[in-house]
């Protein structure tokens, strides 16, 4: 079975700021793959950013970036510059092996102006 | 398609009543899954297609849910004898690659079912 935990129901952040929001995850599997995914208000999920757990190195794609701590089973979201349209639940999700795609719970992210 | 579209948005049902919610998913795509979310709560894995064979069902909550993708494209969603428990958004997402665990998935808006 896998696990993804979320412990921070919400967060708030001022604009042009930076914050991080927390994932732990738990696994049997040695191959596998961490997700960000973002679900605005009414819109559908996307996907912000992929980690691979085969490779050391972070993930990055702009102004998001991932701290993977594959010992630790942590996987965190950093967003930097923080704008108002980045305002949205995030959730956290594993896949490995042949199993499914589990997401946490999600933490809701407020961007004040 | 663009997108991943889902039908209808909105669905109020009556206690016992059946329903049935569509899925379109992007064209090509091969494998389809149904997630439901429940208020508050991350989505939760009901179901997943690969073509038109459903490889895996295990997420499906009781035998008033079934699912089905007879061409390999659109799919269905349907619930039995709605309860109230069956309130939920249901969501459809589709992917290029093959398996349950390809994670890159495309989403669309769901379907939110509320039963009275």
């Known amino acids: 079975a896998q696990t993804v935990t979320q412990s921070q129901p919400e967060m708030s952040v001022q604009e042009a700021e930076t914050v991080t929001l927390s994932c732990t995850y738990d696994?049997?599997?040695?191959?596998?793959?961490l997700f960000w995914y973002k679900q605005p208000p009414s819109r559908q999920m996307i996907l912000v950013i992929r980690?691979?757990?085969?490779?050391?190195q972070n993930a990055t794609e702009n102004r998001f970036s991932v701290n993977f701590q594959k010992a630790a089973k942590s996987f965190s979201l950093k967003i930097s510059d923080s704008q108002l349209g980045d305002a949205a639940m995030y959730f956290c999700?594993?896949?490995?092996?042949?199993?499914?795609?589990?997401f946490g719970i999600g933490t809701k992210l407020q961007v004040i102006p | 398609g663009a997108g991943v579209s889902q039908s209808p948005r909105y669905k109020v049902a009556k206690r016992g009543q059946d329903v049935a919610l569509r899925c379109d998913p992007i064209?090509?795509?091969?494998?389809l899954f149904w997630y439901q979310q429940a208020l508050g709560q991350g989505p939760e894995f009901l179901t997943y297609?690969?073509?038109?064979?459903?490889?895996?069902k295990s997420g499906l909550p009781s035998d008033r849910f079934f699912a089905e993708r007879p061409e390999g494209s659109v799919s269905t969603l349907k619930i039995q004898r709605t309860q109230q428990e069956d309130s939920a958004v249901y969501l459809c997402?589709?992917?290029?690659?093959?398996?349950?665990?390809?994670?890159?998935?495309?989403f669309g808006e769901g379907s939110r079912l509320t039963v009275l």
């Open positions: 997402a589709s992917s290029s690659r093959t398996g349950p665990n390809t994670g890159e998935l495309f």
């Open positions: 696994t049997s599997e040695s191959d596998y793959y």
């Open positions: 980690q691979e757990a085969y490779k050391q």
């Open positions: 999700a594993l896949s490995g092996g042949y199993q499914k795609v589990t």
């Open positions: 064209s090509g795509h091969v494998s």
């Open positions: 297609f690969q073509n038109e064979a459903q490889l895996d």
